[in-house]
């Protein structure tokens, strides 16, 4: 055999491979792409969930003739622009997933200050809808937790997939960049006090 076809063969050879990898790298990449956009679906319908609650709760808690005023109001402002936050399933890049989770969190903090403020009203607590409404929240908390964890697996496995070799030399030509994860809340990793 020539010099010159020995080395045709051997680039034949090669390109049938890399070709090879490549359509297989390139089907699974799409298929966790997909995976992940789906996860990312269920966080947000787990988050419009619970937007979906809140109204119904403040209503309750307006029932109370001399409930904070302020509280309600940061409520009601924090569920707007928790809804108003939206991100592209295509481009969930981790400052974007970031951008959504801050107005999710703080959606949770005004949440949370109408939890402790209604302690001061026992009224409130007995009332049976408003009882309802806060086990249904809780409810939905854990939703919005496991939905949380199933993205950041999926997340974990795209990214993994897209970074690793040989899929790594055809991923960002081919549109596959990373994706950003849910992290915990800024502070969480501080234990709260208890003072008595």
Known sequence: MKTGTLALIVIVALVLILGGCGCGGYNSMVKLDEDTKTKW??????????????????????????????????????????????????????????????????????????????ENYPNLRANDAFRGLQAQLE???NRINVARNDYNGSVQQYNSTIRTFPNAMFAGMMGFHVKGYFAAEAGSEKAPKVQF
């Open 41 to 118: 679906g269920n966080v947000e319908s787990q988050y419009q969930r619970r937007a979906d609650l809140i109204p119904n709760l403040v209503n309750t808690v307006k029932g109370e003739a001399n409930f904070e005023q302020t509280t309600l109001t940061n409520v009601i402002e924090a569920r707007a622009k928790a809804t108003s936050m939206r991100v592209d399933p295509k481009d969930l890049t981790p400052e974007k997933v970031q951008q959504y989770q801050q107005a999710q969190g703080q959606l949770s903090q005004a949440l949370g200050r109408l939890l402790v403020v209604t």
């Open 139 to 141: 409810g939905t908390e």
